[in-house]
């Protein structure tokens, strides 16, 4: 077990990168199947919740869907950089926004070696110059796959809660427009929720929910990719 794993560590350093829409060598993705992602931006005509804008990076399909899969169910967490490249094209420039990561399972988290959402908002912070403030938690295990769409939203409702001491430590106590009201979120900041994909939102939307009943009134949401339904 542990040779293997060793002996995959190197594997994966040497290997040299491929590109995930036609298999060239040399990098992750090449300029030729980058060209071919269609930034979508803003979008329009789903069921929003509480969010009041949604951006996403394109259509879960091609190369985009075998990179955010090989990052997440491979653990490849370098194509992480390709990803953010991608969100930073569809989330709007000078946008002044609060990062809050959609929180992962903790059994994903340990299974996959590292937290996919967190790291594609750290990175995407970090390349906007905006913070970090991981106010979301899990409040329970449930695990979506398999389940159907109606279970799927009533295990979202309950999947999340606030993390208020988290919260005090970004926002403060004493801030200038008056000491925030105890286990309230800022509501002069705007919230921008991370996660990798959008599917049918009901976690999106949950989070968001969450978000607004903490005292944040300004939530928007951000995925690498959305389902084509
Ligand atoms: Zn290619």
Request: proline letters at 3%; hydrophobic letters at 40%; one cysteine or more.
């Amino acid at each position: 077990m542990v040779k293997n794993s060793v002996v995959k560590i190197i594997f994966d350093a040497l290997l040299p990168y491929y590109c995930r829409g036609c298999g060239r060598t040399g990098s992750l993705l090449c300029e030729e199947c980058r060209g071919e992602i269609k930034i979508i931006g803003e979008v329009k005509g789903k069921n929003l919740g509480d969010l009041k804008k949604l951006y996403v990076g394109g259509y879960r399909t091609g190369a985009l869907e075998m990179l955010v899969k090989d990052y997440k169910f491979k653990s490849m967490k370098k194509i992480s950089g390709v990803l953010v490249e991608i969100l930073d094209e569809a989330v709007p420039k000078g946008l002044e926004v609060v990062i809050v990561p959609l929180p992962t399972i903790k059994k994903h988290i340990r299974e996959r070696g590292f937290d996919h959402a967190k790291r594609l908002a750290e990175e995407f912070a970090k390349r906007r110059g905006l913070e970090v403030c991981p106010v979301l938690k899990r409040v329970n295990k449930t695990v979506q796959v398999g389940a159907d769409e109606e279970t799927r939203e009533k295990q979202a409702k309950e999947a999340y809660g606030i993390d208020f001491i988290m919260a005090q430590k970004f926002f403060g106590e004493d801030e200038k427009a008056g000491r925030l009201e105890a286990n309230r979120l800022d509501p002069r900041k705007t919230y921008l929720l991370i996660d990798d994909v959008w599917t049918t939102g009901s976690s999106m939307r949950a989070a968001a929910k969450k978000l607004r009943e903490a005292g944040a009134e300004k939530i928007y949401g951000a995925t690498i990719e959305i389902g084509s339904d």
